[in-house]
């Protein structure tokens, strides 16, 4: 069963408007998730990451909104740009007992940036 | 950029041989990760390790097994390589189980 879910896999924004990527999780034990940007025939890149701690963490135009409650995160791009334009994946992992270090990933999100 | 080298970059190879991919690192971090990505799928975890001979399995780890002897180096191998295994598999490693971990650049296997 799909531990970290992103049920868009696909999202399409003009340029300078909000990009908004959801991703839900089913494990309460998560307490730290993070954001991965990939491009074809590269590896995914770290973008932005949240603890279980935080409700937002904020990093130049990328912001990550933590519901703990609804165990749902969002990433939110303002204002995109063309070079978003990429594979989104969200991430979690947990930090207790032998499954410490557990990198759960999403199916990813297609975003595409129009000029 | 993390200090990551997938080797090799690309491979085709034949149904029921083995087959070994190695993750080399320069950043002596603990975490090393073998992942590999289908179509529909996104990123899927077959093995991890927490350290030297420390490893765990993921969530696709039947018909792969790892090793992890030096710090630096994580090999996963297919025992006998199947058409399923045919993927794009990524090496990542991270210095703790709540840091950002960072990816390699991918080999790209083929099994005919």
């Known amino acids: 069963d799909q531990q970290v879910k992103q049920n868009s896999p696909s999202l399409s924004v003009q340029e300078g408007r909000i990009s908004i990527l959801n991703c839900d999780y089913t494990?309460?034990?998560?307490?730290?998730f993070l954001w991965y940007k990939k491009y074809p025939a590269e590896g995914p890149t770290f973008l932005i990451s949240?603890?279980?701690?935080?409700d937002k963490n904020e990093d130049g135009r990328f912001t990550v909104f933590l519901n703990k409650s609804a165990k749902h995160l969002s990433l939110h791009i303002v204002p995109s740009q063309p070079g978003d334009s990429a594979v989104y994946f969200c991430?979690?992992?947990?930090?207790?007992?032998?499954?410490?270090?557990?990198?759960?990933f999403g199916k990813g999100t297609k975003l595409s940036v129009k000029p | 950029d993390a200090g990551i080298t997938q080797s090799p970059r690309h491979k085709v190879t034949e149904t029921g041989t083995p087959v070994t991919l190695r993750c080399h690192q320069t950043?002596?971090?603990?975490?090393m990760y073998w992942y590999r990505q289908d179509p529909g799928h996104g990123l899927r975890l077959i093995h991890y390790?927490?350290?030297?001979?420390?490893?765990d399995k993921g969530e696709v780890s039947d018909g792969y097994s790892v090793s992890r002897s030096k710090t630096e180096d994580f090999l996963l191998t297919l025992e006998s390589a199947t058409s399923s295994q045919t993927s794009v598999y990524f090496c990542?490693?991270?210095?703790?189980?709540?840091?950002?971990?960072?990816f390699g650049q991918g080999t790209r296997l083929t099994v005919v």
């Open positions: 990542a490693i991270s210095e703790t189980a709540n840091t950002e971990a960072f």
């Open positions: 494990n309460s034990m998560f307490d730290y």
């Open positions: 949240i603890s279980s701690i935080k």
């Open positions: 950043e002596n971090h603990r975490y």
């Open positions: 991430a979690a992992t947990l930090n207790y007992g032998g499954s410490q270090g557990n990198l759960i």
């Open positions: 390790s927490y350290g030297v001979k420390d490893t």
